[in-house]
């Protein structure tokens, strides 16, 4: 081996070595810049001082801002409300989403297409904002949750991937089950639904996650601050500062709070949800 | 999909126009496109029900007035006497797109022709109610008599749209017939399934319980998407807090030449969507090819799980995240960096990043790269992990590098799917709401207001409310959304194969 070639095969040999350790230092830093936003509000959260210089760390160390949301009526309805929306919402949208799905993979029923064309032309044109308006003021819906619950539990995309799961089902087992005497009904929850558990749990995470979410809806539906939910209140309390006077507890505190809580119910469950989340958003664009 | 002979069932070449088995003539599907045809001129007749048929004269020149100011007196549709009409127009033309798409062009002559009676009818025997903005305002008109007077109505627009609608739907219906002439292939019976040759009604007998099931979606979906489509007529009418009444296309000429606010929302929400759209997928894409690099699996693990949290934050609260870091006093995270790095002398002098329109439109991106990147890398990475290895074994002991491996394989692999994103996205680009909505405030309209929010800040902010004028800028809108899907879901046939709804 000349002198020429140890050189360049060093070369080559640093060169491999170097890599994998920037990209571990770039994504050390993307995970900085990530995290750092969350854990600041954390640290503020628990900081009675909040809002007085740069601190990583708490210097006065209180739940007084989580107590203040704790106690509070106008802080903690909020919260209630965003709950048995997210509990009632997610309940409706996968009981709706897996009958339309159930329906629309029976390949034999007259008007099968009919049906499916119905429903994918929601996707394609919508009334817009002011007319659905105007059709709930109708309905007299304003000021009552069912006008949020209701249009967002009529999920055509979610419905559209329940199909996609559902058809991974072999159709074989429906015939066999259909030939000995089973109802479709109890075909339905007998086989289809225990054989789809985890497009229930990635569907029911897909609605949870846009109820517990939902902003829209309730700042043009919702007028009375009674039936706010808490999206809607963090908001108000963030951006215009409407945060109850608590005595020592700075309104910083209570603001920082506030957010943990709003990010908290999915934090926690996120983690052991991971792969059904990422399932979803795979088999939507993959699968037919 | 293989070609099949229809008389013998043999698998064809694919230009084959003979049946090498049978001798039978092989048909290609044509005169696809007479159907789009069909489809366009019903859509126009659609259109035209809309439109005024009548309208005030322009006294200069006689002809039908389009400016904005002066179609103070139009007549549709939509002030007849019975509005039933209206509704009987449009499920005939509905029926007939319905057939068109499931295939059925010969009858879908019959609901076209039925509609335009309808139109005849309408226009030709039926009284109008001039509707005013007082409590009493019935006044009826026939049209035929109000053209007795040519010096003060004349024809309108609606009437040319909805004859020229209605020849394209049936011409294009007569030109998909034309087939039927041609000699076809007859089918024996006997190789049909048995499936096929059962009565309808009898098979809807047997699925019964399954009509049944889909009830509760299907009266759902007719309550809360169709039913505000019907709602997209008042874009035609002034509706103030009642008794909406018409008036033409006075919004939609006004929108176009009065309204700076408007045209300036337009251009915010293709700058801003846009722009998002390109600057996340490109991160994506980076991030993504870093991460597949990443030998260490519980590091990319980890890795994964910290750049997917963001995703799971709503907007409300990643507003209220980066309106607590990034507040001008001492409070906030970023300005105490810039002031104790001496970027800045004192708190005065940062900027609030969110509240100024120089800075805003850079924040906004550089929080959605925050938000999205991490979930957008999903996609990509189960395209990545689905190249063979030995791809890069090969290359490997060919002596390609690491960078060349990226250049010859990983990106080529990876393209498909970059286009595949793009299109689902680029479908999407009008609908820009909430991200924008909980970020901007007031001083930075300029820069921030897209059409949605400038519709919300019309209809719910706005002290004199015009539902109507907001329902048209809506309209708008969704029919350029409308464009933009039927775009995409072509490209995506183009590309991938298949549609994307």
């Not at chain 1, 939902?214 to 108000?236: A, C, G, P």
């Not at chain 2, 290609?28 to 007479?34: G, L, M």
């Not at chain 2, 990643?318 to 002031?339: E, K, M, Q, T, Y």
Request: a positive charge; charged letters at 15%.
């Amino acid at each position: 081996m000349s002198k020429e070639q140890v050189v360049v095969n060093r070369k080559k040999k640093k060169k491999v070595k170097i890599f994998p350790i920037v990209n571990v230092v770039v994504f050390l830093i993307i995970s900085f810049c990530i995290l750092l936003p969350i854990w600041k509000v954390i640290v503020d959260s628990f900081d009675a001082m909040a809002g007085y210089g740069l601190a990583f760390w708490p210097r006065r160390l209180s739940v007084g801002g989580y107590n203040a949301i704790v106690t509070n009526a106008s802080l903690y309805t909020p919260f209630l409300i965003s709950c048995f929306v997210t509990v009632a919402g997610t309940a409706l949208g996968l009981f709706l989403s897996t009958l339309g799905a159930y329906v629309l993979i029976q390949y034999e029923m007259p008007g099968r297409n009919l049906l499916a064309y119905i429903l994918l032309f929601t996707m394609i044109f919508e009334g817009g904002m002011i007319p659905t308006f105007l059709v709930m003021k109708n309905l007299h819906l304003l000021n009552n949750l069912a006008a949020v619950i209701l249009p967002l539990a009529i999920n055509v995309f979610n419905l559209v991937l329940m199909r996609n799961f559902f058809e991974g089902i072999p159709q074989s087992l429906l015939e066999a089950a259909a030939i000995d005497g089973c109802s479709p009904i109890a075909i339905f929850y007998k086989i289809v639904l225990p054989l789809s558990k985890a497009a229930l749990a990635s569907i029911g995470l897909m609605y949870a996650v846009q109820f517990w979410n939902d902003y829209t809806q309730f700042k043009i539906y919702i007028t009375e601050s009674k039936l706010f939910n808490f999206q809607v209140k963090l908001r108000n309390m963030v951006m215009d500062s409407d945060v109850p006077n608590l005595g020592d507890i700075d309104a910083n505190t209570t603001k920082n709070a506030a957010v943990i809580i709003a990010i908290l119910p999915f934090m926690i469950i996120y983690p052991f949800c991971q792969k059904y989340f990422v399932q979803g958003v795979n088999v939507g664009a993959v699968k037919e | 999909m293989k070609m099949q002979c229809k008389s013998c069932h043999t698998e064809l070449a694919k230009h084959a126009k003979v049946c090498p088995k049978c001798g039978a003539k092989v048909k290609k599907e044509a005169y696809k496109n007479t159907k789009v045809m069909a489809i366009f001129g019903v859509c126009l007749t659609f259109l035209g029900g809309l439109l005024p048929f009548v309208q005030d004269v322009d006294p200069t020149n006689n002809v039908a007035k389009i400016k904005t100011d002066s179609i103070e007196i139009a007549y549709s549709f939509m002030n007849i006497q019975q509005p039933i009409y209206w509704y009987l127009f449009m499920l005939a033309l509905v029926v007939s797109i319905i057939l068109i798409a499931i295939k059925k062009e010969k009858i879908s002559i019959i609901s076209t022709a039925v509609a335009a009676v309808i139109f005849g009818v309408a226009f030709f025997a039926s009284p109008y109610l001039e509707y005013t903005t007082s409590k009493k305002p019935f006044i009826l008109h026939n049209l035929t008599d109000l053209l007795a007077d040519p010096q003060v109505y004349a024809i309108g627009l609606g009437v040319y749209v909805i004859v020229i609608g209605v020849i394209i739907a049936i011409a294009g219906c007569f030109f998909d017939i034309l087939k039927h002439f041609k000699k076809e292939i007859k089918v024996d019976p006997r190789y049909l399934s048995n499936s096929l040759n059962k009565n309808v009604w009898a098979k809807m007998r047997n699925f019964r319980w399954f009509y049944l099931m889909f009830l509760p979606v299907l009266i759902m979906v007719l309550l809360f998407n169709y039913w505000p489509m019907l709602g997209v007529r008042f874009a035609f009418t002034d509706y103030k807090i009642a008794n909406p009444y018409y008036v033409g296309i006075k919004h939609f000429v006004g929108m176009a030449t009065k309204d700076v606010f408007f045209w300036n929302a337009f251009r915010n929400t293709i700058i801003l969507s846009v722009t998002k759209l390109i600057l996340n997928t490109g991160a994506a894409v980076i991030i993504s090819l870093l991460l597949n690099e990443i030998s260490n699996l519980t590091f990319k693990k980890t890795v994964q799980t910290i750049v997917y949290l963001p995703h799971f934050m709503s907007w409300v609260v990643v507003a209220s995240l980066f309106r607590l870091i990034l507040s001008p006093d001492a409070s906030g995270l970023v300005s105490s960096l810039f002031v104790k790095f001496n970027f800045f002398a004192t708190f005065n002098d940062v900027p609030f990043f969110l509240g100024s329109t120089k800075y805003w439109t850079g924040t906004f991106f550089v929080i959605n790269v925050w938000k999205d990147t991490g979930w957008g890398t999903i996609l990509f990475l189960a395209t990545l992990s689905g190249i063979s290895p030995e791809l890069y074994e090969a290359a490997q002991i060919d002596g390609a590098n690491r960078w060349s491996r990226m250049k010859f394989i990983t990106i080529p692999a990876l393209m498909n799917t970059i286009i595949t994103v793009f299109i689902l996205n680029l479908a999407k680009v009008m609908k820009i709401f909430e991200s924008v909505f909980v970020l901007k405030n007031d001083a930075v309209d300029p820069v921030a207001n897209v059409i949605q929010t400038y519709i919300y800040d019309k209809t719910f902010r706005a002290g004199q409310v015009n539902y109507g004028y907001t329902t048209a800028v809506g309209l708008f809108n969704s029919l350029i959304g409308v464009v933009l899907v039927l775009g995409c879901d072509y490209a995506s046939k183009k590309v991938r194969g298949r549609g994307i709804v």
